[in-house]
């Protein structure tokens, strides 16, 4: 483990330890191991897993008994630069709640739980398809010092341990510090991503298909602006795994 690594498990550590006695940090009433990401169980029975079917692109789930593939009435109006977009769970309830805790509060206990969602959507999602490389969308360096972790780097590690597909979180880097996305319209997310991302200089991809890994989903317009960097950069297929994504 490098300084970087050991400074930042340090820190994970320290406030998972801060906790104590070990009660849900969602409910605050029951009993919650730390390495359940001090969940209880009642409020992880409360997590809204996505169901299929999917619209084949975008991953939005629709009502019903459809059994052939199909696109979603947005995806037949865009088009996306990865092949295809899945989510674990909805954004929304204990999820949406713990995640912002996590990314804004730095409630670093919830890391555990949060994995858990995502690895039980996408590691059985992901099975047998052959994938190359697991890249996560990058914040940038400034949001990165402040944050002092990547959430979206932190899942996909995860990802990589579950499934043993090589992680490269230096692929991509984001150049332009765009503001935050979450009171835009479509349209504005994606002239505010339009040309954040870059592949680092020096490193191109030569025919792999990746996947990239995200926190949330919501108009696709990041993830998006992302594939299309690394298509352009090599990329033969980009995949899209998030943990959570609106509805
Ligand atoms: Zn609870
Ligand atoms: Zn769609």
């Given at each position: 483990m490098n300084a970087a690594a050991a400074s930042v498990k340090c820190w994970f550590d320290a406030g998972i330890a801060l906790?104590?006695?070990?009660?849900?940090?969602?409910?605050?009433?029951h009993r919650a191991a730390p390495q359940e990401g001090l969940v209880c169980s009642r409020c992880r029975a409360k997590v809204r897993y996505l169901q299929p079917p999917?619209?084949?692109?975008?991953?939005?789930p629709c009502q019903g008994e459809i059994t052939t593939p199909f696109s979603c009435a947005n995806c037949r109006a865009l088009d996306f630069h990865f092949r295809s977009a899945r989510s674990a769970?909805?954004?929304?309830g204990v999820v949406l709640e713990s995640m912002h805790r996590y990314k804004?509060?730095?409630?670093?206990?919830?890391e555990p739980f949060l994995a858990d969602v995502f690895m039980r959507e996408a590691v059985p999602g992901l099975?047998?398809?052959?994938?190359?490389l697991i890249v996560p969308v990058p914040l940038h360096p400034t949001k990165r010092r402040e944050r002092e972790f990547n959430q979206a780097e932190r899942m996909a590690g995860y990802l990589s341990g579950a499934t043993k597909i090589p992680l490269n979180k230096?692929?991509?880097?984001?150049?332009v510090p765009t503001r935050?996305?979450?009171?835009?319209?479509r349209q504005q997310r994606a002239a505010n991503v339009r040309g954040a991302f870059a592949m680092r200089q020096g490193l191109r991809l030569r025919g792999q298909r990746v996947i990239l890994v995200d926190d949330v989903f919501t108009t696709g317009a990041t993830t998006d602006a992302c594939a299309r960097v690394l298509r352009a950069g090599g990329a033969d297929e980009v995949c899209v795994w998030t943990v959570a994504r609106g509805l």
């Open positions: 906790v104590y006695p070990p009660v849900c940090q969602l409910c605050g009433e999917f619209c084949e692109r975008c991953g939005l769970a909805a954004a929304g804004y509060q730095r409630a670093v206990w919830f099975r047998g398809q052959g994938w190359d230096n692929l991509l880097r984001r150049v935050t996305q979450t009171l835009l319209t």
